[in-house]
């Protein structure tokens, strides 16, 4: 990685791999690695550093109102986003996901969920490069349909820099419910994972890297048959309809889950609505929504609950 920041994410994201698979040695070596360089050990604010000793490595105090006062890290400049090209430092590939990587760990208060989600709500609404969150009417619609149907476990496709999972995963916390994220892009993980540390949510959400294709399947052994409450879909809208099969085929849908896909309206998943409008086992409902900054556009989220009995008759 070629800015500390990012470094200190990839660092901060293989502690909380290896934490979230039991493995507190790998998490302190992780964090001890990152610690030995002064360069390195510069790129989280202090606050945020004790928390992730705390939470990660056994050690160190840190109180969630532990806010920024003068101790915020210095960073090199974030540069501009420029169309991609091959050659590109991954600090130029990511800018824009740079810029929320350094505003959450430098603002946010350690263990704040809702700083977490201003946060990077403040960098979608400050720069104009875009920044693909489902974020609005859109946050609003995720809350309410996690409240409503509280999901022991909730399995998201697309973590981004994990916006979506902070809100829903916020949620969950109040029944003991947990949250599986899939990414396919590894710097995309590493930001990530640093906004759910931040927020506190570092026991609550679990993120895969991978390609869904790939990685859905492990949910079977991880998991087991019939255990997934809710889905939400955020990747690409052409393959909504391959993972909805996956998931299906190897009948991980617990009765009654509900499948939650962003973007079905622009750009757009056809396939997947005209699947799931035909099927006798699916309840399918469209829910019109703003897109989130630009709300003269309208979007749709597409809602549909698995009826079990329908499936197997």
Known sequence: ADHPALAAAIAVSAALSCHRRGGSDGASQALAALSESAARGAMLRPALWRFAQATLGGGGVCQPEDRVGGDDPTHPEIPAPLPRREGMPLSQL?????????????????????????????????????????????????????????????VEVGFYVGYSSTVMARRLQDWGGR??????????????????????????????????ADVLPRLLAEVGKRAVDMV??????TIY????????????????????????????????????????????QIVSVR????????DWLSVATFDRAAAVA
């Open 94 to 154: 990511y800018a824009k996901e740079l810029e929320v990587l350094v505003g959450v760990q430098a603002h946010a208060a350690p263990a704040s969920s809702a700083d977490v989600i201003a946060e990077i709500r403040k960098r979608a609404e400050q720069r104009e490069a875009w920044l693909k969150l489902a974020g609005g009417e859109k946050t609003l619609a995720l809350e309410r349909l996690v409240e409503e149907r509280r999901p022991r476990l909730i």
């Open 241 to 284: 309809h391959e993972d909805l099969q996956t998931l299906e085929r190897l009948d991980l849908l617990a009765d009654g889950c509900a499948v939650v896909a962003d973007n079905v309206l622009k750009p757009g998943a056809p396939f997947f609505l005209w699947q799931l409008d035909q099927s006798p086992w699916w309840d399918l």
């Open 291 to 298: 897109e989130y900054e630009s709300e003269a556009v309208e």
């Open 179 to 212: 949250l599986i994220s899939i990414e396919v892009d590894p710097v995309h993980v590493a930001i990530g994972q640093v906004s759910v540390l931040c927020a506190g949510l570092a026991d609550v959400v679990d993120v895969w890297a991978g390609h869904s």
């Open 232 to 237: 939400f879909f955020d990747q690409k809208g």
